[in-house]
Every structure is written in C-alpha cells, then in structure tokens.
C-alpha cells in the first residue's frame, strides 16, 4: 500500500470548514483514499473513501486531485466534537488488503471556540 | 460501537502471566484486526484475519498469537504477559469493500 504524509496538527474555528491534507505520491491506479478519525480514547471511526471523483457524505467530502497524488477532506461546518485524530490511508478496496488497515501518526484537528 | 463487543474493558496482569482479550461481532464481516495503542501514539496492527481459519502477522506480532475459527470472534492470546504490553487494544472489524470498519471500544491493559 502506498505511504501517506499529514500534517501533525491543525487548528480550526468552530463553524468554519476544516481542511485536512494528505500526501500519496506514490498511489497506484487501483489504490482507494480512506479517511479515518479517533476521538479521544475511543476506537477509529470510517469517514469515507474514494477513487477519482470527489466524493460527499454526510460526514465530509473528499477532494482529490486529477493526478490522485493528493487528496483534502473536508468538514464543511467544524464543531467542537470534531476535534480528533484524523488517518489517511490508501489501499486497494475488496482485496486481502482491505482489513489489514496501517494507521500513520494522522493530524490531529483542534476545534477552538 | 455498533456490532463489535470487545471484553474486558480494564485488565492488570503480572508480568508472565497469559491472558485472552475476546472480541466478538456480530456483523458478518469477513475482516478483523487486532491493534494496540501506546500513549500518544498511532494505532499499530499486532495480528489480522481476511476470514474464518485464516490469520497472518501485522506490524508487531510478537508475544500475540489469534486464532478464527468461526467469522464471529477473533480472540488475542497474550502468552506470558510483559511490561511491554501495557497498553490500548482495540478490535476491528471489517466488511468486505472496507466501507464498513467498526472498532470495540478498547481493553486498557496494564502489566507490572
């Protein structure tokens, strides 16, 4: 699967979009972008994913550019319990892959008043 | 979270002592992982299953082993206990497309 690179962190206000970036140079044409969070102590949650189009649910939407090397989610109206770990990680949908998810270090999104 | 029953919540053990953390769901998905978590740090992939009867090693498999033999409960076996191991485990489960990942609200495990 190919490697992905977030930013550390990163600050939001409170009703503002927040933008999460995600690097993947190095993704291969039948590889899916997948977004995960973590709210504190608790287990990771699915987000949404996406090959090519851009892609909305009613969590976020995923933005990913023409040459698929990067991709932004995005939270359109942040609120304080968005605040989280947020994983991007690209692997191939429905193969022996699917279920062995490699969690990075993510971004850590703060949500301030 | 919905479907994935993970027990126990809390555990302390002493060092060289085994124990199993259990997880069950209840999903049918064909997928399930186990991961720990130390302080401030990522999720990291001890042992995964693609199905019932089949398992194989993720990032840091030693001192773990699993088994599946139904689709429903993917147990891990600590077998003898170190301070090492004190950590965050989670339990994941999967469907097929990997649109649907579930995890067990996590066993705090503390070795001393």
């Known amino acids: 699967d190919a490697k992905t690179t977030q930013p550390t962190s990163m600050d939001c206000a409170e009703g503002r979009a927040a933008n999460l970036p995600c690097n993947h140079s190095t993704i291969s044409g039948n590889e899916y972008v997948y977004w995960y969070r973590q709210i504190h102590s608790q287990g990771p949650q699915y987000i949404i994913h996406g090959l090519k189009n851009n892609e909305t649910n009613e969590m976020a939407s995923l933005i990913i550019t023409e040459d698929r090397k990067s991709s932004t989610l995005i939270l359109p109206h942040a609120t304080l319990r968005d605040t989280a770990v947020y994983y991007c990680i690209v692997r191939v949908e429905g193969s022996s892959n699917t279920g062995k998810l490699i969690f990075g270090q993510g971004t850590t999104l703060q949500v301030k008043p | 979270n919905a479907g994935v029953t993970q027990t126990p919540k809390f555990q302390v053990l002493k060092t060289g002592q085994s124990m199993t953390l259990q997880c069950a769901q209840d999903m049918n998905h064909e997928y399930m992982s186990w991961y720990r978590q130390d302080p401030g740090m990522g999720l990291r992939l001890i042992h995964y299953s693609v199905g019932a009867g089949i398992t194989d090693q993720g990032e840091v498999p030693n001192g773990y082993n699993v088994s599946r033999s139904t689709t429903e409960d993917f147990p891990l076996r600590l077998l003898s206990a170190a301070p090492s191991q004190t950590s965050v485990y989670f339990c994941?489960?999967?469907?097929?497309?990997?649109?649907?990942?579930?995890f067990g609200q996590g066993t705090r495990l503390t070795v001393v």
């Open positions: 994941a489960s999967i469907n097929g497309m990997g649109t649907e990942a579930f």
